[in-house]
């Protein structure tokens, strides 16, 4: 919920790319936290109560003028990449941290690729090297 409009810049960037690649809307389930620090809690609740093929955490968390940054990007980094290692599907880190707003908005930009767009091509492309990992062990 903080920096909204950057946030729905990288989920229009991301449901774009979704649907470039044959993806439909109706099969994406998006979840809204307060900010950055309830994502890996939220992905692990996801994960306990279904069954996605893979999960984005989009997000942007700008530098301030205090600490507060770099204890939250740096323990919702964390918390993702721990997931992540744990997890059989792909768990994609989207958020954005910048320095400053301006940083963030242009890297959510809708006009072409963001990063967003890059995270989602980032899953569909990790479900495949699942898939082919899971195949191969299977012979």
Same mark, same amino acid.
Request: some cysteine.
């Given at each position: 919920?903080?920096?909204?409009?950057?946030?729905?810049?990288?989920?229009?960037?991301?449901?774009?790319?979704?649907?470039?690649?044959?993806?439909?809307?109706?099969?994406?389930?998006?979840?809204?936290?307060?900010?950055?620090?309830?994502?890996?809690?939220?992905?692990?609740?996801?994960?306990?109560?279904?069954?996605?093929?893979?999960?984005?955490?989009?997000?942007?968390?700008?530098?301030?003028?205090?600490?507060?940054?770099?204890?939250?990007?740096?323990?919702?980094?964390?918390?993702?990449?721990?997931?992540? &290692? $744990?997890?059989?599907?792909?768990? %994609?880190?989207?958020? /954005?941290? !910048?320095?400053?707003?301006? #940083?963030?908005?242009?890297?959510?930009?809708?006009?072409? &690729? $963001?990063?967003?767009?890059?995270? %989602?091509?980032?899953? /569909?492309? !990790?479900?495949?090297?699942? #898939?082919?990992?899971?195949?191969?062990?299977?012979?």
């Amino acid at each position: 919920e903080f920096n909204q409009p950057i946030i729905e810049n990288l989920l229009r960037g991301a449901l774009k790319a979704f649907a470039h690649h044959g993806g439909k809307e109706s099969d994406i389930s998006i979840y809204r936290v307060p900010g950055a620090f309830e994502i890996p809690g939220t992905i692990r609740q996801i994960m306990k109560f279904h069954n996605p093929h893979a999960i984005v955490a989009l997000g942007a968390v700008i530098r301030g003028e205090t600490p507060h940054f770099d204890y939250i990007a740096g323990e919702s980094a964390r918390g993702i990449a721990e997931i992540s &290692r $744990n997890a059989n599907i792909p768990v %994609i880190n989207g958020i /954005l941290t !910048t320095d400053t707003a301006r #940083q963030a908005e242009d890297r959510s930009q809708v006009d072409g &690729r $963001n990063k967003g767009w890059d995270a %989602i091509e980032a899953a /569909l492309q !990790t479900i495949s090297i699942y #898939q082919e990992i899971f195949s191969a062990a299977k012979c």
